[in-house]
């Protein structure tokens, strides 16, 4: 069964300094990965997904499959930018569940 | 507007006494999807449809059913409830299950 870890609940970054997000997965194969976030008060929306290669609101993510992370990562962050961020896989054909990690809170200070 | 709504959206209910949280979403989308998100453990599906009357388990299915007999409703289902039931449930609708989803407002549920 496929797995996702965020090993950090908690990261706290002051406004303009780098944010990186981790995401490690268990699939030796290859699998679908998305960034979701959400913002205080508002529903779960997807950031970014690696099969697109885009960079939302600054944010990007590259896949490692040697390492098997999809970390987040932004250069400089900004206090819109506090949210809880969750990574989330699939593989298909196999099968089309969407498995998420626990998800990160970030804060940024200003 | 387009969106996935939800019912009810609070429910304090007693063990064993069944009862339908329902789903529905007004985007003519095929992939349609129930959560339930706890405290440490984030999100996890429950189940998942492809399409109406395909339904199939997610990572937490036990104690739980869903039907999808129509596209735009998919009803979640607790025979049973029980305790370890109280939870936030999500539901969520994509065009395809690779297409971002969207989210409906939650149903926080209390079973005691």
């Known amino acids: 069964a496929q797995r996702v870890t965020q090993p950090e609940k908690l990261l706290s970054v002051f406004k303009g300094a780098p944010v990186e997000l981790k995401c490690n997965y268990s699939y030796s194969g290859s699998p679908e990965l998305f960034w979701y976030v959400q913002y205080s008060r508002q529903r779960l929306q997807l950031l970014l997904r690696h099969i697109s290669r885009e960079s939302i609101k600054g944010f990007t993510a590259d896949l490692n499959k040697g390492e098997t992370s999809f970390h987040l990562k932004k250069p400089f962050a900004q206090e819109e930018d506090s949210a809880m961020y969750y990574c989330?896989?699939?593989?298909?054909?196999?099968?089309?569940?969407?498995?998420f990690g626990a998800g990160t809170t970030v804060t940024v200070r200003a | 507007e387009a969106q996935v709504t939800q019912n009810p959206r609070y429910l304090i209910t007693v063990t064993g006494k069944k009862l339908t949280v329902t789903c529905s979403q007004n985007?003519?989308?095929?992939?349609m999807s129930w959560y339930r998100q706890d405290p440490g453990l984030g999100l996890r599906q429950i189940y998942y449809?492809?399409?109406?009357?395909?339904?199939d388990k997610g990572d937490v299915p036990e104690g739980y059913k869903v039907s999808r007999k129509e596209k735009r409703n998919f009803p979640l289902i607790l025979e049973s409830p029980s305790p370890n039931q109280t939870s936030l449930y999500f539901c969520?609708?994509?065009?395809?299950?690779?297409?971002?989803?969207?989210f409906g407002p939650g149903t926080r549920l209390t079973v005691l």
């Open positions: 449809s492809m399409n109406v009357e395909v339904t």
């Open positions: 985007m003519n989308h095929e992939y």
């Open positions: 989330a896989l699939s593989v298909p054909p196999n099968d089309y569940k969407l498995s």
């Open positions: 969520a609708s994509s065009l395809q299950f690779y297409n971002e989803q969207f």
